[in-house]
């Protein structure tokens, strides 16, 4: 009897475990997207400052002085001209195939359709219209600020909202 008891407390443990596994699989592919969106934000930032594109004084929010980064969540555009991710000049983004995505030309991905090949009719589009961006500067010292990007994303089939938060410092020094 006792061993039946420790038995179904074993196998209770193993269902539970199964259960928080199934739940990160199927948010493991938004948490991917999240990372991948600050990580392209704070690369356009540092490749904006160590090609001379901006100089120091304009790595700031547009509150600041001189800043070109707008403030606040705003939805996943892409670069403009300047080729600098949240500020002013941003524009629709197009799919793999060269159309505008979907939804006001919010990013999307374009994944290959049946064919297996990127870039053709078949494709699947997936819209990152649940995502946020907001890109918080503060100036640290006159020659180092912090960059804080957080990425606010809706988990589809779950609900909730979750939150991916990267920081770096950036110097004036390249």
Request: glycine share 8%; charged share 10%; aromatic share 4%.
């Amino acid at each position: 009897m006792i061993s039946m008891f420790v038995l179904t407390i074993g196998l209770l443990a193993v269902l539970a475990m199964l259960g928080v596994t199934m739940a990160a699989t199927q948010t493991s592919q938004e948490d991917m997207i999240a990372r991948q969106v600050a990580s392209e934000a704070m690369e356009s930032i540092f490749n904006a400052r160590d090609t001379s594109q901006l100089g120091f004084q304009a790595i700031a929010n547009t509150t600041a002085p001189n800043g070109v980064f707008l403030p606040g969540a705003l939805p996943l555009l892409c670069a403009g001209p300047d080729g600098i991710l949240d500020t002013a000049d941003d524009a629709p983004c197009l799919t793999a195939s060269g159309a505008a995505c979907p939804n006001g030309g919010v990013q999307c991905l374009s994944e290959p359709g049946p064919d297996g090949i990127l870039g053709t009719a078949d494709d699947v589009i997936v819209p990152l219209n649940g995502y946020t961006r907001n890109i918080a500067i503060v100036s640290l010292t006159p020659t180092l600020a912090q960059v804080t990007i957080t990425v606010v994303y809706t988990v589809p089939n779950i609900g909730h909202t979750r939150t991916y938060i990267l920081q770096e410092e950036i110097s004036s020094y390249h």
